[in-house]
């Protein structure tokens, strides 16, 4: 009797073992390690910084539109990863993909409404006088606002809502801005650039030249500051951390121009530049949504 009640004890667990091994499903989830992170997850982890890395050396070497496939292939393996988004929508301005531009960087404030560079980048979409389609200076004014209140010590949000003023032709607005930037930022070239503009329009040709005169030096190359900022520009006068989109450049096109001035030069230019600005500045207005 005690072998038949053995013999049944091992059939029993037998039938049990094998009751186990059926009710598993047919994919068992991936074996976790120490860290808690599946064998899956790390290939997913390892195929995104893969994927990441060669879009930035295709970013870096000018290559958008490569760097855009890739970061649209880094996005679909990690969706809400921040500097993904904000290099794809990048990517898309420079090939002139506005509405896939306004997505990506749309969401990445979306999953951080903190993300001081998507505002300001939709701020630069929204005022880019090279893409007439996506003009909207009042959506630009609330983003750059929203980039300056995230982080106040940035004066590149400054000097564009100082553009837009100037866009929009209210002037003395403007001088406030870029009064704030030179505060700020004392050797900015745009600063003082176009506070010379203001003083021109004045009739105030003296400081106008004066003025002139401060951003050709601040803007010679011997000069760690000079140049032209992005969204990124610091009180400290640190070169920026992006640069402006090229189709959004030319309110700001002469001023690479300043770099080949000498002093002399200054007065005998002043005006021809500043006429030139301010012809700009009228055909935007004409094309600004009524």
């Not at 064998?39 to 060669?54: K, P």
């Not at 959004?248 to 200054?266: F, G, Y």
Request: proline residues 5%; hydrophobic residues 40%; aromatic residues 8%.
């Amino acid at each position: 009797m005690k072998r038949i009640a053995g013999f049944l004890l091992v059939v029993g667990v037998l039938f049990a073992v094998v009751g186990v091994l059926k009710s598993r499903p047919a994919h068992a989830p991936d074996m976790v390690d120490s860290t808690g992170i599946s064998a899956g997850d790390r290939d997913r982890i390892r195929r995104f910084w893969e994927t990441y890395r060669r879009a930035t050396d295709h970013r870096v070497a000018g290559r958008s539109g490569e760097a855009e496939r890739e970061y649209t292939q880094a996005l679909a393996l990690n969706p809400e990863h921040q500097d993904a988004l904000y290099y794809l929508g990048s990517m898309h301005f420079d090939l002139g993909n506005l509405a896939a531009a306004e997505r990506a960087w749309r969401r990445l404030v979306e999953i951080d409404p903190t993300n001081g560079r998507g505002h300001s980048q939709l701020g630069m979409l929204y005022s880019c006088v090279g893409a007439p389609a996506s003009l909207q200076l009042a959506s630009a004014t609330v983003e750059f606002q929203r980039a300056l209140s995230i982080n106040r010590e940035e004066t590149g949000p400054l000097l564009h809502l100082g553009e837009i003023a100037l866009l929009q032709g209210e002037l003395a607005r403007a001088r406030s801005y870029f009064d704030s930037v030179i505060g700020s930022n004392y050797s900015s070239v745009e600063a003082h650039y176009y506070e010379g503009y203001l003083a021109w329009k004045t009739g105030a040709s003296q400081r106008a030249a004066e003025l002139l005169a401060t951003a050709v030096r601040y803007a010679r190359p011997s000069t760690p500051t000079g140049g032209v900022p992005g969204e990124g520009d610091t009180r400290a006068g640190q070169g920026p951390m992006v640069t402006i989109p090229t189709n959004c450049r030319p309110m700001r096109a002469r001023m690479e121009d300043l770099r080949a001035l000498d002093d002399d030069d200054v007065p005998r230019r002043v005006d021809h530049m500043y006429r030139e600005l301010d012809d700009l500045l009228r055909d935007v207005r004409l094309r600004l949504p009524q």
